[in-house]
């Protein structure tokens, strides 16, 4: 039962003063000719206003409560929340708003708006009892209606909004909530009023030229063939206000439109790397009575895409680093604020990305703007998932969009849809509104020169990047034979992210191959976060199974291993190192010469493990890099002379772009023994300790050094027991072959200079194990098995508790784990981690991961709840830390790889990952399985400790 008689949630005066403050200061500060905004809401998430407001279904619903606006209900607890299509239950979902808001006397004779920046799905407005107009459909664009006949001026007016979360429109359901993403209902971008003079500028349409090239369409509404002396005047502003040029003037023509062409000189061209913003001040004037003001930032770039060859900003062939970004955040649904769309811009810019595709639909404004303003790249997206919108409602959601984003320079391309979600007859529509003349895609299928084509498998790539058509249908890839056309290859998704494969991992094939290719411009990545919600329900974070874990970064933003791997194969700044002083560089911007950036230097000196937790710079120095131009590569001479490499364990790089951000930082070794295994192999000969004691039982010989006890089985040779101070350790049952069941054929123990050497010989896979016991409380054991074959893994294993082991810090690659076809983004240093069992974008979402396998360990210690374990490695390239929980099969797809059951492993082969559709075998030559071929050894130390 609908309780009726919503109550008042703010007084006449409260309204009154917050619109007459807002209408002295507009007046105070001579704004009269510029169009007043007055909100009705918050501008997003972090500012809402409580509007009255009642939900007809599902939960919470049926009284008059309450709700911040913008925001979607669902994130309050009202009706259902669902993905990927309305329930049944929902179809009927309604939420009723309503607000008071005082219009002052003042404003008669001028012109009121009600602006929607965004509400799902069907919005009916009512002012004071009366409606405003039809009810608008689509769920992601602008719209407004004209109030002013409905107002009572000089007196508190009331505002109703009617929100159906089901369109009556059967086509914007199929394109916007029959989609892959969480669907959502409500006000959830800013709603506010706008107040014009009676004739006023509506809108323009810029189209401005690297070359200084100004052309701009005037929109005007209220000029009648009665009208005279009707003009505009357009200015052009840089960034400190100075006047770019002169100003420009035209008549306006009796259907309210003037075009004016001219061309500056001197100006600064926008791109993603230079991004220099203008603005248009345009005025309305009747004779010399200036009437009406607009401004509108843009910027001077010219956009081309030369067909079978690339594309070109500013005459520059340029390549797109990009990602596929959801418009969410995980406790206010599609509601956020400009603090989330900067995070977003710059963790985006901080993969070393520079182009973003707006995933499935337009995103708030704001977004746009702060891509204008920090440099990103953007595909933009008329929604239509899978589904296109009907020809008649698409036109006015493509005019829509178009008329709001036309004078973004950073927008490059429209794309009609997502994955057969087009209607061919909306393509020409978005050049009625662009002079610009941009581009139309189709995202997933060859369209306008350009294939789209998503998540081809590594070998078919490789044809697209020679031009052919290879795009997916009929459930295979497949070449279009009868397409002979060149296409620019372009994929709008590709290498899908599932929890933890796909996104970084196979990303270095693939993008060695797409920049071998003159025929390929960039891509996209699938996608750019876990689109998981917390539940209001619950408080839990919900992915919708494995539909939404697509993320490089979590739903907080947590950065994944992924995101390092981009970050480093992304870098516009590519370096080499020859020793001991020369670094290679390519210089990989599309427009800053390198001599722009800020390089820095460290020599730096690892810590042992008994030693001070922390690294050590030995001496630091900063390089202005050489002129290297675009595309071009050049060497910096390192200051080596007089400096203490010979003292130093590795040389650091970092690089900052023009404007001081961080853009890589690499790490190289300057010599490739571990100077701890040499440290420690030095003191066996210096040895004043007392001798180890063993002793021969019926079934495991035990040797007992200081307070730690060891027993090896003689069934087996493995080691079984490990205590300090008869406290177990649960270092046990190794080194057994990952891969074969070997059989022991003798054990032997002999003294060996104050030290014990036990020596265990097998067949079937391990062939020898030494183990060496010094009086000074390290053991060594070096050990050698075969391998034979393609294998997903290979080495040796050892158990370990995993419920003792609460920490660990090492010296080698990291601090994430790595994959086989995932090796970039970790770097060499002193590393710590506190224990997490983090199931990468499925559970904690604590990063790094603890368990995995990690490359290139000089030492490592594991912290236990009862003492500690010190190792250190000689000639074993991974180390397998516990086994990391992984998603189920039946959610995985293939982002699940073939890891052996072992609480240390000792590897000289890793697994690759898939991807959410793919096999790591489709996706180029680090995805295949190991070819292991003969003999392995390797070494280590290690100690226990209480």
């Not at 810029?206 to 002396?229: P, Q, S």
């Not at 912290?863 to 500690?868: A, C, E, K, T």
């Amino acid at each position: 039962m609908l309780q009726m008689g919503p109550r008042r949630i703010s007084s006449r005066i409260e309204v009154f003063f917050s619109v007459l403050i807002l209408s002295m200061l507009a007046n105070a500060h001579g704004l009269a000719i510029e169009t007043m905004r007055v909100y009705l809401s918050g501008r997003g998430k972090d500012d809402a206003v409580e509007w009255r407001f009642l939900c007809t279904h599902g939960a919470r619903s049926g009284s008059w409560t309450t709700i911040p606006v913008p925001s979607n209900w669902e994130m309050y607890g009202f009706g259902s929340l669902s993905y990927k299509k309305d329930p049944t239950n929902a179809w009927d979902e309604c939420g009723i708003y309503e607000r008071e808001f005082w219009v002052p006397p003042e404003w008669q004779g001028k012109r009121v708006f009600i602006v929607f920046e965004g509400a799902m799905t069907d919005t009916e407005v009512s002012i004071n009892g009366k409606l405003a107009g039809p009810p608008h459909r689509g769920g992601f664009y602008r719209f407004k209606y004209e109030i002013t006949s409905l107002l009572t001026f000089g007196e508190t007016n009331t505002v109703q909004v009617k929100v159906w979360k089901h369109s009556r429109n059967k086509s914007v359901n199929r394109a916007e909530r029959m989609a892959d993403y969480w669907v959502f209902g409500g006000i959830y971008r800013p709603v506010y009023l706008e107040i014009l003079p009676p004739q006023f500028i509506e809108r323009v349409a810029i189209d401005a030229k690297h070359d200084g090239r100004f052309l701009i369409e005037v929109y005007t509404v209220g000029i009648t063939k009665a009208d005279d002396e009707m003009k505009v005047v357009v200015e052009v502003r840089d960034k400190t206000g100075a006047r770019v040029g002169h100003a420009i003037s035209a008549d306006i023509s009796h259907d309210n439109k003037a075009v004016l062409i001219t061309r500056f000189n001197g100006i600064k061209a926008w791109s993603a790397e230079t991004p220099e913003l203008y603005h248009a001040v345009i005025s309305l004037f009747h004779g010399s009575h200036e009437l009406h003001r607009h401004m509108e930032r843009f910027g001077f770039r010219t956009v081309e895409v030369i067909n079978g060859d690339g594309i070109y900003v500013n005459k520059k062939r340029i390549t797109l680093k990009g990602v596929n970004r959801h418009s969410f955040w995980p406790d206010s649904g599609r509601c956020l604020s400009e603090n989330v769309h900067r995070l977003d811009i710059e963790l985006i810019k901080g993969m070393n990305m520079n182009a973003v595709r707006c995933s499935h639909y337009p995103p708030d404004k704001e977004f746009l703007d702060l891509c204008d303003e920090l440099g990103l790249y953007v595909l933009n997206e008329l929604a239509g998932w899978h589904n296109s919108y009907d020809t008649e409602i698409g036109r006015e959601l493509v005019r829509a969009m178009v008329t709001r984003d036309v004078n973004h320079p950073c927008v490059l391309f429209w794309n009609n849809g997502n994955e057969g979600g087009w209607n061919t007859a909306l393509d020409t529509e978005f050049y009625r509104y662009d002079p610009q003349k941009r581009l139309v895609l189709h995202p997933w299928s060859p369209f306008n020169g350009i294939n789209t084509a998503h998540y081809l498998a590594y070998e078919n790539a490789v044809l697209a990047c020679k031009g052919l058509p290879v795009y997916f249908r009929n459930n295979e890839e497949s070449v279009d034979p009868s397409d002979t056309d060149l296409y620019i290859y372009m994929p709008t998704e590709f290498l899908h992210g599932l929890y933890d494969g796909g996104a970084g991992a196979g990303l270095e094939d693939y993008w060695k191959l797409m920049k071998s290719s003159k025929l390929c411009a960039g891509g996209f990545i699938w996608a750019y976060l876990d689109e998981g919600v917390r539940r209001p329900d619950t408080g839990e974070i919900d992915t919708a199974g494995n539909q939404a874990p697509d993320g490089i970064v979590g739903p907080y933003r947590q950065k994944e291993a992924s995101y390092f791997t981009i970050r480093e194969i992304f870098c516009p700044i590519q370096l080499t190192y020859n020793p001991p002083d020369t670094l290679e560089v390519e210089n990989e911007f599309d427009f800053i010469d390198a001599s722009e950036c800020k390089l820095e230097w460290q020599l730096v000196k690892f810590p042992h493990p008994w030693e001070e937790p922390e690294e050590i710079i030995l001496a630091t120095g900063t390089i202005k890099p050489p002129a290297i131009a675009p595309g071009k590569k050049g060497t910096i001479k390192l200051p080596v002379n007089n400096l203490p490499m010979a003292e130093a364990d590795a040389l650091k790089i970092k690089v900052d772009d023009p404007y001081g951000r961080e853009i890589i930082c690499r790490v190289w070794l300057l010599r490739s023994e571990n100077p701890t295994a040499k440290l420690l192999a030095r003191n066996t000969r210096s040895m004043t300790s007392s001798a180890p004691i063993f002793s021969n039982a019926s079934e495991t010989v035990s040797v007992i050094v200081g307070q730690v006890e060891l027993e090896w089985s003689k069934e087996t040779g493995y080691l079984v027991s490990t205590k300090v101070n008869g406290k177990p350790i649960h270092f046990r049952n190794g080194p057994r072959p990952a891969t074969q069941a070997p059989k022991l054929t003798s054990l032997t123990l002999t003294n060996v200079e104050n030290a014990i050497l036990i020596q265990a010989y097998y067949t079937g896979g391990l062939e020898k194990v030494s183990w060496t016991v010094y009086p000074f409380g390290w053991i060594r054991c070096d050990f050698a098995y075969t391998a034979k074959g393609l294998l997903p893994y290979f080495g040796v294993l050892f158990d370990l508790d995993e419920k003792s082991v609460t920490g660990k810090r090492w010296v080698g690659l990291g601090p994430y784990r790595v994959w086989k076809n995932r090796m970039r983004g970790v770097s060499y240093g002193y590393w710590t981690n506190g224990y997490n069992n983090t199931v990468t974008g499925m559970s904690e979402w604590i990063y790094p991961e603890f368990k995995g396998c990690f490359a290139d360990v000089r030492w490592l210690q594991l912290i236990m709840r009862h003492g500690r374990i010190t190792f250190v490695f000689e000639d074993i390239p991974f180390v397998q830390v516990l086994t990391p929980c992984q998603p189920p099969p039946e959610l995985a797809g293939f982002a699940r790889a073939d890891l052996p059951q072992c609480g240390l492993g000792l590897l000289h082969g890793i697994p690759p990952i898939g991807s959410k559709f793919k096999h790591p075998e489709t996706t180029g030559p680090q995805g295949q399985l190991n070819v292991a071929s003969g003999t392995y050894k390797g070494s280590f130390w290690f100690r226990l400790e209480e």
